[in-house]
T-cell receptor, first 113, second 113 residues
Framework: AQSVTQPDIHITVSEGASLELRCNYS??????LFWYVQSPGQGLQLLLK??????LVQGIKGFEAEFKRSQSSFNLRKPSVHWSDAAEYFC???????????FGTGTRLKVLA | KAGVTQTPRYLIKTRGQQVTLSCSPI?????VSWYQQTPGQGLQFLFE???????NKGNFPGRFSGRQFSNSRSEMNVSTLELGDSALYLC????????????FGPGTRLTVL
């Protein structure tokens, strides 16, 4: 069965530090891959997506993600975290047959001043 | 373009009642998907509508239903409410379907007493 795993429920980093949020998926082929961010009381906002091609994907707000087929991973990174990045981050895959979205359980990011 | 709007933003109901939530997608988007978000289960896919037809459905009981109108606006109905239905219900729209970028609304917070 298809699944998405975000192994870190909570992550705390200091402002200015680098960030990496992990995402692993289980699917027989390469799915469509997404990272979304959810701020308190808000809906989800797309940070970036991977459909095919270059495995390093640039997104909004300085985020990037790298697709590694051999590891079935799509980790999100940011070189320098800002206090406003504190939020919950969701990895998602889109799979066909019939098409659906599967979300990971989310990683809540806390940023220390 | 205006974003995805959801009404109402907050609802309080009692067990056994029914509720209808509304979602207006981004203009031109034909696909509307619904998700349930709870602390315990995370984000779970309810169903997707495309051109007034339910195209995909998640693993939810028949008490959860929806429909889409010719202008792509969608409604979700939950009958015979249970305490466990308390959740944030998110609607997302996309041009063609769930493997496109989905744009999420702010959600409707449903509390069942």
């Amino acid at each position: 069965a298809q699944s998405v795993t975000q192994p870190d429920i909570h992550i705390t980093v200091s402002e200015g530090a680098s960030l990496e949020l992990r995402c692993n998926y289980s699917y027989g082929a390469t799915p469509y891959l997404f990272w979304y961010v959810q701020s308190p009381g808000q809906g989800l906002q797309l940070l970036l997506k991977y459909f095919s091609g270059d495995t390093l994907v640039q997104g909004i707000k300085g985020f990037e993600a790298e697709f590694k087929r051999s590891q079935s991973s799509f980790n999100l990174r940011k070189p320098s975290v800002h206090w406003s990045d504190a939020a919950e981050y969701f990895c998602a895959v889109g799979v066909p047959g019939p098409y659906k979205y599967i979300f990971g359980t989310g990683t809540r990011l806390k940023v220390l001043a | 373009k205006a974003g995805v709007t959801q009404t109402p933003r907050y609802l309080i109901k009692t067990r056994g009642q029914q509720v209808t939530l509304s979602c207006s997608p981004i203009s031109g988007h034909r696909s509307v998907s619904w998700y349930q978000q709870t602390p315990g289960q995370g984000l779970q896919f309810l169903f997707e509508y495309f051109s007034e037809t339910q195209r995909n459905k998640g693993n939810f009981p028949g008490r959860f239903s929806g429909r889409q109108f010719s202008n792509s606006r969608s409604e979700m109905n939950v009958s015979t409410l249970e305490l466990g239905d308390s959740a944030l219900y998110l609607c997302a729209s996309s041009p063609q379907g769930v493997t496109d970028t989905q744009y999420f609304g702010p959600g409707t917070r449903l509390t069942v007493l």
